[in-house]
């Protein structure tokens, strides 16, 4: 199970890039049909890139969390569910900025920044599971 908490944690750290390569074809893509023409009103739907980043960011990743917080219970790392709840939360945080951002834009900012942060606890996570362990025998020690 460790393992299993170990790739769930790099696997949200992968989404997190994904999702920075997907906001950026989007809004390249945009560009470049603005070049050519497009016009981009209310009723622009996004592309690609924007489709791509909002399934990520919506289901998969969140999905992703989810599993890393259930498996924290059963894979003996050292803090793994503390971790786990990091993920969670910074998730959670994630999508709330994400609607936030639709109204009052500058806080997408917030956003970005939220995600470099989901990076870094997800993959400090995966770190700790291949590096630490602890006796199943200490249960609140995983908390």
Do not use: C
Not at 50 to 70: D, E, K, R, Y
Not at 72 to 91: C, D, E
Not at 109 to 124: E, F, M, R, Y
């Amino acid at each position: 199970m460790k393992s299993v908490y170990r790739w769930l944690a790099l696997l949200i750290g992968v989404g997190v890039l994904v999702q920075a390569m997907a906001i950026a074809l989007g809004w390249f893509t945009a560009l470049k049909d603005m070049d050519g023409g497009l016009v981009i009103d209310k009723n622009y739907e996004g592309n690609f890139g924007h489709a791509l980043h909002g399934i990520v960011g919506s289901m998969v990743i969140p999905l992703l969390a989810l599993a890393l917080l259930i498996v924290s219970f059963f894979a003996h790392v050292a803090g793994g569910v503390r971790w786990a709840l990091y993920v969670v939360g910074l998730v959670v945080l994630q999508i709330a900025l994400a609607f936030v951002s639709f109204g009052v834009p500058a806080v997408g900012a917030l956003h970005g920044a939220n995600a470099l942060a989901l990076l870094a606890v997800a993959g400090i996570a995966g770190r700790r599971a291949a590096t630490r362990t602890e006796a199943p025998a200490a249960a609140d020690a995983n908390i």
